[in-house]
C-alpha cells in the first residue's frame, strides 16, 4: 500500500450535481496532483497543490476545483456534473519536486 | 492533445518470454519518463523511471531504453510472468505534472 487513502471508493451522483472527493497524503508529503482517468485511457492530469497553493492545472475547466489543507490533505470539487464526468479519479501525493508520486486507489465516479 | 504516444494497445505474450511497449512524445521539456503498471481496482504503482541523460536502465527484469533524438523510449519486460498481467502506462512529466501514455494491456499466458 502507498499510504495515500481516497475516499469515498465509489459513488454515483445525477447529472448536474455536485461531488466532493478526499484524498489523504502520505505523511510527510506536501504535493498532491488529480488525475482523471476514463476507461480505457490514461490517466489525464487535473491540477496540482503545492503547500496549499495550486501550482499547475491541466485542460480541465473551472468547474474542476481544489484545495488542499494544512495537513496535506486535499479535496477535488466538481460542479455541474456532466454524464463525461464519469471516471476514476485519483490522487497522487509526494515530497518535493523530484520524488516519486504514490497514487492512491482512485475514486469511481458514476454520474448518471 | 496526445503528447504521449503508447503501443500496442494490447500484447500477449508467453511465460518467460520478452515484453515490449513502446511511447513516443513531443514535448522536448519533458525531463522525467516513469513507468507504471496498473492492476484492475487499484491505482498507478511506479515500475521504473529515466531521466533524458540516460540511455539504458535496467532494474530486475524490468528494462528502459531511451532515445532522446528520436522522442522515443520503451518498456521491456524479461522472463514475462503471469504476475505480470496489468495493464502498463508511460509517462513524460516536466515539473512532475505527469501526461500518460494511452496504456498497454499485457497478458502473459502460462
Known amino acids: 500500500e502507498t499510504g495515500v487513502t481516497q475516499s469515498p471508493t465509489h459513488l454515483i451522483k445525477t447529472r448536474g450535481q455536485q461531488v466532493t472527493l478526499r484524498c489523504s497524503s502520505q505523511s510527510g508529503h506536501n504535493t498532491v496532483s488529480w488525475y482523471q482517468q476514463a476507461l480505457g485511457q490514461g490517466p489525464q492530469f487535473i491540477f496540482q497543490?503545492?503547500?496549499?497553493?495550486?501550482?499547475g492545472r491541466g485542460n480541465f475547466p473551472p468547474r474542476f476545483s481544489g484545495l488542499q489543507f494544512p495537513n496535506y490533505s486535499s479535496e477535488l470539487n466538481v460542479n455541474a456534473l456532466e454524464l463525461d464526468d464519469s471516471a476514476l479519479y485519483l490522487c497522487a501525493s509526494r515530497q518535493g519536486e523530484h520524488t516519486e508520486a504514490f497514487f492512491g486507489q482512485g475514486t469511481r465516479l458514476t454520474v448518471v | 492533445q496526445q503528447q504521449v504516444k503508447q503501443s500496442p494497445q494490447s500484447l500477449i505474450v508467453q511465460k518467460g518470454g520478452i515484453s515490449i511497449i513502446n511511447c513516443a512524445y513531443e514535448?522536448?521539456?519533458?525531463?522525467?519518463f516513469p513507468w507504471y503498471q496498473q492492476f484492475p481496482g487499484k491505482g498507478p504503482a511506479l515500475l521504473i523511471a529515466?531521466?533524458?541523460?540516460?540511455s539504458e536502465k535496467k532494474e530486475g527484469r524490468f528494462t528502459i531504453s531511451f532515445n532522446k533524438s528520436a522522442k522515443q523510449f520503451s518498456l521491456h519486460i524479461m522472463d514475462s510472468q503471469p504476475g505480470d498481467s496489468a495493464t502498463y502506462f508511460c509517462a513524460a512529466s516536466k515539473y512532475r505534472m505527469l501526461t500518460f501514455g494511452g496504456g498497454t494491456r499485457l497478458m502473459v499466458k502460462p
Open positions: 497543490y503545492y503547500r496549499e497553493e495550486e501550482n
Open positions: 529515466i531521466r533524458p541523460d540516460v
Open positions: 514535448n522536448t521539456a519533458f525531463d522525467y
